[in-house]
């Protein structure tokens, strides 16, 4: 077992090994692989399988490649790109968005909803039609709002 061990690490001695890139690019294959098995169409199918083919071949070769100022520049790339992404927020506001499509349906008899123009605070109104003007409760903005229906 320890000489299996040895064997990889000096075969992998100078080459970029797994990064971040490259589970990344492993995950993404595999869903793109995943979804298109769902795909009826046979030749949209095999464009998946193709892509999804492409993409692990490219984590393959970046975890084996010996260029490692070229893969650690890809990788810094990444990185920045996720740090821009920031997924954490933008799955808070996902949730956020569907938590408020509920509240709008469930309540679509009885009141209607707007975000505050100066801190994006969700407020729920009664359903009075007309024009109007509202204080907000968070940041104490002044603004009309107009309920046509
Ligand atoms: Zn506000």
Excluded: W
Excluded at 140 to 146: I, L, M
Aim: charged fraction near 25%; hydrophobic fraction near 45%; glycine fraction near 6%.
């Amino acid at each position: 077992m320890n000489r299996i061990i040895e064997k990889y690490r000096r075969f992998m001695y100078n080459r970029n090994g797994i990064d971040r890139l490259c589970v990344f690019l492993l995950i993404a294959g595999m869903l793109v692989k995943g979804t298109g098995s769902f795909i009826p169409v046979l030749g949209v199918r095999i464009g998946f399988s193709a892509a999804a083919a492409l993409i692990i071949a490219f984590a393959v070769y970046r975890a084996l490649s010996k260029n490692l100022y070229r893969r650690q520049y890809e990788e810094d790339r990444f990185n920045s790109f996720m740090k821009k992404l920031n997924l954490p927020l933008l799955a808070q506001r996902i949730r956020a968005g569907l938590r408020h499509l509920t509240l709008r349906l469930k309540q679509i008899r009885t009141h209607r909803f707007r975000t505050c123009p100066a801190c994006g605070e969700f407020l729920r109104l009664s359903m009075k039609r007309g024009k109007r003007s509202l204080t907000c409760p968070r940041c104490g903005k002044h603004f009309t709002v107009r309920i046509i229906f």
